[in-house]
């Protein structure tokens, strides 16, 4: 509706127009319409086969929602390889949300092994960008059974300026360090024994 009465449908069928064409843009556009039934019925294998198209052209947007739709199965046979790949080609470009799906990837193994230090590094690079899921799993994994980062816990505890406790907020950042580091001591006390 910007300069011309809004429509719809036509909007839609140019769009559509656009993609066609090979437009990267337009094709990522309709996949987000597919996939969130924004004006359209909803329809994951649509989305899932704009996605693909603008991704084949490079498009960051459409490989990260690509992967998020393999690695949920919908509108694609679910394949954790597929998303991680996806993820991998997309992370490390400004998207934030990317660089947290390959930092989670590696966390849980989707698609991967288990690589601790390429979870923390990724989810702690989403995490300095604001990325709240990140923040919260940089915390949780810092701070539960990881006795590995004990060093860690501890840079992050005397770096509040880049402690994912303070980047989440004052209140929470106290309640994380109030817990975290108690914890930190124990453990190492139960190492010992």
Known sequence: GIGVERDDAKGLDWLTV???QGLDLAQYNL????????????????????????SDQGLIQAKLNLGNLYLNGAGVEQDDEKAFQLFKDSAGQGMVEADANLGLAYLYGWGVGRNKWQAIHWLRKASDQGDLQAQVEVSRYLFLDYEWL????????????????????????KSLIFIGLPYFFYRRIQKGK
């Open 18 to 20: 656009a993609a066609i």
């Open 150 to 173: 004990d060093d860690w816990i501890l840079f992050w505890i005397a770096d509040p300026g880049r402690s994912v406790a303070f980047n989440i907020g004052d209140k929470i950042g």
């Open 31 to 54: 996949g987000v319409a597919y996939r969130d039934g924004s004006r359209l019925v909803k329809s994951d294998l649509e989305a899932a086969k704009w996605f693909k198209r603008a």
